[in-house]
């Protein structure tokens, strides 16, 4: 057993609960309205929920997690049936656009007819954040096998999102994700990436160049799926520290929970879980559920000898 990849991979879980529970309180607040009420927000703090709480960002990423763990592979109506029950559970925090999804699934449609309708009904404003958000556990499962974690990525996005930006920004933070847990530096990591998606849409090729020289003023946060890549991208290659980065991502403002979510996962990634800090990791839950970090490591700890057997 590698200790310092597994650390890697369980860094890269723990780091996507701790940023949704960081960026929670804040949610769709502007960069001057955090920096008046908190100055710089460094902790979990009170907000729509009690301070620690995950959100959707979390919980749909734990569904991927589990039903790849459970399996052994990726499967997408595995995954789609542990949305749906997750969705009954009355969650927290879930976006416009897989609510409409999971609305139709829930009264009896096929997931796919239900993606294909709410993709007819509302395209183009189809590109928001929701599928990359909970994509890193393809790159947990296949960061030894290309051509499947492309595949696979593209799939989990249309368990809601089937716009070609949704699929490609997961296909392409995947494909940097899966070098960062091989331990690849960070130019090659993004070099790999861009060759390997030189056929994907121009639209994010060009956002991953631009973001390299953007200050921190310049990075987009909305939930559009191309900002949130661009701010995850930008926090990952301009810092060399997980709480920092984090704390920069919350305090930019817009979708911060989703943005420090995908942060967290690929600097919980590159710099391991011990990067993360303790109080962060012992403060995450949801609801009464304060066993948040645990079960991450432990999927992540699965997923990890699933990707040591290809």
Not at 94 to 117: L, S
Request: glycine content about 8%; charged content about 25%.
């Amino acid at each position: 057993m590698d200790v310092e990849r597994l650390k890697r991979f369980q860094g890269c879980l723990v780091g996507v609960a701790v940023g949704d529970a960081l960026g929670m309180p804040v949610e769709g607040k502007l960069r001057g309205h955090i920096r008046g009420q908190y100055g710089v927000l460094r902790e979990m703090v009170d907000g729509y929920r009690p301070a620690g709480n995950i959100t959707d960002d979390t919980m749909q990423t734990l569904c991927l997690a589990e039903s790849i763990a459970e399996v052994g592979e990726f499967n997408p109506d595995d995954a789609a049936k542990r949305l749906l029950e997750w969705y009954r559970t009355d969650p927290f925090g879930i976006g416009n656009h897989t609510m409409q999804v999971m609305v139709r699934v829930n009264k009896g449609m096929d997931w796919r007819n239900a993606v294909k309708e709410v993709e007819r009904v509302n395209a183009p404003w189809t590109a928001g954040n929701g599928s990359l958000m909970r994509c890193s556990p393809i790159a947990l499962r296949y960061c030894r096998d290309i051509s499947k974690l492309l595949e696979s990525s593209r799939e989990s996005s249309l368990l809601t999102h089937a716009n070609p930006l949704c699929q490609d920004s997961c296909a392409f933070f995947n494909a940097v994700l899966s070098r960062v847990l091989l331990g690849w530096d960070k130019k090659d990591a993004l070099s790999f990436a861009m060759e390997l998606l030189a056929h994907s849409s121009h639209e994010i090729l060009d956002r991953v160049q631009d973001m390299l020289h953007k200050s921190e003023e310049e990075v987009s946060t909305s939930g559009f799926v191309l900002d949130t890549l661009e701010c995850a991208l930008w926090a990952w290659w301009h810092h060399d520290d997980f709480e920092e980065a984090l704390v920069t991502v919350v305090n930019l403002g817009g979708d911060t929970d989703t943005n420090a979510a995908v942060t967290g996962a690929l600097l919980g990634a590159q710099y391991g879980l011990e990067s993360i800090p303790q109080s962060w990791r012992e403060k995450v839950r949801w609801r009464d559920d304060c066993t948040v970090s645990d079960k991450c490591i432990a999927l992540a700890t699965r997923l990890y000898e699933l990707a040591e057997e290809d």
